[in-house]
């Protein structure tokens, strides 16, 4: 069942998290609603505009709508992440997102508004929620790539005139997390000292966390066994940080990273292994069991599982 953002985040706030997974290809797609539907857990599914360039917006929203219809018990909204204002009015013209996100963060605090409302005012009339970002979180994902030096922390001081002055349904933070596989090299982790001032002064409004991967350092020394070149300062999240983010509002917790780099071991390792093979079938299948199998994972550790009932 598709539903919106904001339906998901008025049940789940303070409660337990909802997984936004990130998909490019059919295999992911499949193992996602097939997982979700097992897991009875709600979750998100978000196509980026580089996916979008690769497989086609027809091709990627249709995967999606026909692994809702395989799984009719799946509970989900669709989300466009990072998109631009030209991605967005696509979007919103063929009517399938019930939610997108536009990343205005890299621009001044006013700009930021303004374009932020813009997108509020053409989405809301069409029920769709919209995502905003406040803050600039470093690392490399998709096309997208910030240095450190340019990376900085939301302030808590700029929230509350930002969603009044925009209408915006949730918001990115950035506190302390990168996107890709490199997100504390410093070992610094989560800020809970700014969530926690976020949240004081936006009671009840779903928080959302960018660059939500694991990271599992085993993943990638496994990745360079079968000839992979990852450095291995590669650390993510920590999953007990995120179930206490939770406790301060964050809603929403996207993840690519991890869901990319077992496509990656999987795939090393068997071609590896198997020299002589060329079906692309045979990892394939693969990766979509593991696939299943993490995001069963990931649904257990938000706390999600058994929830798409209600």
Known sequence: MLVTTQQLFDHCYGKYGIAAINVE???QVLALFSAAEKANAPFIVQTTPVARNYATPEMLVGMIQTAARLHPKAVFALHMDHGTEEHIWHALDRGAYTAVMIDASHDDFQTNIRRTRAIVERAHPKGVNVE?????????????SVDEAHAFYTNPHEVEEFVDATGCDSLAIAVGTSHGAYKFSGGQGLQFHILEEIQRRLPGFP???????AVNYAEINRINNAGGQLLPGAKGVDPEEV?????????KINIATDFRLLWTRINREFFRDAPDQFMPIIPGKRYM????EMALQKFEF???MGKAKA
């Open 25 to 27: 290809f059919m295999e």
């Open 132 to 144: 905003a970002e406040l803050g600039v979180l470093s690392g490399v994902e998709d096309d997208l």
């Open 207 to 213: 928080l959302v966390l960018h660059g939500g991967s």
């Open 243 to 251: 179930k206490k983010a939770i406790r301060f509002g964050v809603c």
């Open 289 to 292: 069991e593991a696939f299943e």
């Open 302 to 304: 938000l706390g999600a």
